[in-house]
């Protein structure tokens, strides 16, 4: 656990979340200020900065972060009209919290996929 860092320390309990899924390896919570209807940060419980470095050190808790991200789109009721998962990585995506999360984003139509587009 990284004492500093905003997730680690929902995943500590520290810092409340409405979580709406868990495993032995993830939690997924409601994000704080919403960007759709549905808008559920989905994380590894291990502390990792980004995707990237997810990827790389962990194939199996990335495998289990897609799991996870699909069991929220199911739980959630996404599954029939569509949603969107997102990982912003680094200064061009406006990556905010340096502890990978995967957004999924759903509950109505999300428009384009990116605002310069
Ligand atoms: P990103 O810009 O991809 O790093 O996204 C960080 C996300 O974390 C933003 O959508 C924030 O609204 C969200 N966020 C920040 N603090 C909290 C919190 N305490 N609980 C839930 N979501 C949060
Ligand atoms: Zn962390």
Not at 6 to 12: G, M, N, P, S
Not at 21 to 26: I, Q, R, S
Not at 27 to 40: C, S
Not at 69 to 93: I, S
Request: include cysteine; glycine fraction near 10%.
């Amino acid at each position: 656990m990284d004492n500093n860092c905003l997730f680690c320390r929902i995943v500590a309990g520290e810092i409340p979340a409405t979580v709406v899924h868990e495993t032995d390896t993830t939690l997924a919570f409601r994000d704080i200020d919403p960007k759709a209807a549905v808008h559920v940060l989905v994380i590894p419980k291990a502390h990792h900065a980004d995707v990237v470095a997810l990827a790389q050190d962990d194939p199996a808790g990335s495998a289990a972060l897609l799991a996870a991200c699909a069991a929220v789109a199911e739980g959630e009721g996404l599954r029939a009209d569509g949603f969107r998962v997102l990982f912003n990585t680094g200064g061009y995506a406006g990556q905010e919290v340096f502890h990978v999360h995967a957004h999924v984003l759903g509950g109505e139509p999300l428009g384009p996929m990116l605002a310069i587009r």
